[in-house]
């Protein structure tokens, strides 16, 4: 089944520690996306990558880290996590070319960060 | 001001009728336009793009585009309860390779 998986799909954490949310797709899409989902404030880019070692920012990089050493994998990395991160996170993704903007979205990663 | 635009709603009509869903933008260069359809607790889904002035309609969907006045809409028809979600437009701009999506309306229709 094509699709864009997400983990963990749920995760509480405290102010500082490190975290990782992977994300990963069997489509062999050449673009990966991130984004946060926040009330009153829509679905926002967080970062991007057109393909493997390529990646840019989106709307709202602040905070975040990303990279992207195989094709399938996109992980999004929050260094040192704060409670204004606390949020619901869509990792995407999409053919390449005339249809890089027709995105597959996983299934969202709850983070709350207390 | 933001950079796609729509009305929160909700937007209530009732089964069977026409439910019209309505986006601006602000990039005038913007390429691309596309709707999304988000279930509640769900990853939004693509439902209708559109890169060209005019309609273009799938089944019960069209896609209205109107660059001139920086407008995009969608129109369902035959409203049914399952088509109860929120509605995102996302806006191609014309610098970089990314989507704006706006906020969002939430459709109710109700039986």
């Known amino acids: 089944e094509a699709q864009v998986t997400q983990n963990p799909r749920y995760l509480i954490t405290v102010t500082g520690k490190k975290l990782t949310v992977t994300c990963s797709q069997n489509m062999n899409h050449e673009y990966m996306s991130w984004y946060r989902q926040d009330p009153g404030l829509g679905l926002r880019q967080i970062y991007y990558s057109m393909n493997v070692e390529v990646t840019d920012k989106g709307d709202v990089p602040e905070g975040y880290k990303v990279s992207r050493k195989e094709k399938r994998n996109f992980p999004l990395i929050l260094e040192s996590p704060s409670p204004n991160q606390t949020s619901l996170y869509f990792c995407a993704s999409s053919p390449e070319g005339a249809r890089v903007y027709e995105q597959y979205f996983g299934p969202g990663t709850r983070l709350t960060v207390t | 001001q933001k950079e796609v635009e729509q009305n929160s709603g909700p937007l209530s009509v009732p089964e069977g009728a026409i439910a019209s869903l309505n986006c601006t933008y602000s990039d005038r260069g913007s390429q691309s336009f596309f709707w999304y359809r988000q279930y509640s607790g769900k990853s939004p889904e693509l439902i209708m793009f559109?890169?060209?002035?005019g309609d273009k309609e799938d089944g019960r969907f069209t896609a209205q585009l109107n660059k001139a006045s920086q407008y995009v809409s969608l129109l369902i028809r035959d409203s049914q309860p399952s088509d109860s979600a929120t509605y995102l437009c996302?806006?191609?701009?014309?610098?970089?390779?990314?989507?704006?999506f706006g906020g969002g309306t939430r459709l109710m229709v109700k039986p």
């Open positions: 996302a806006v191609n701009p014309w610098a970089g390779n990314m989507l704006t």
């Open positions: 559109i890169y060209s002035n």
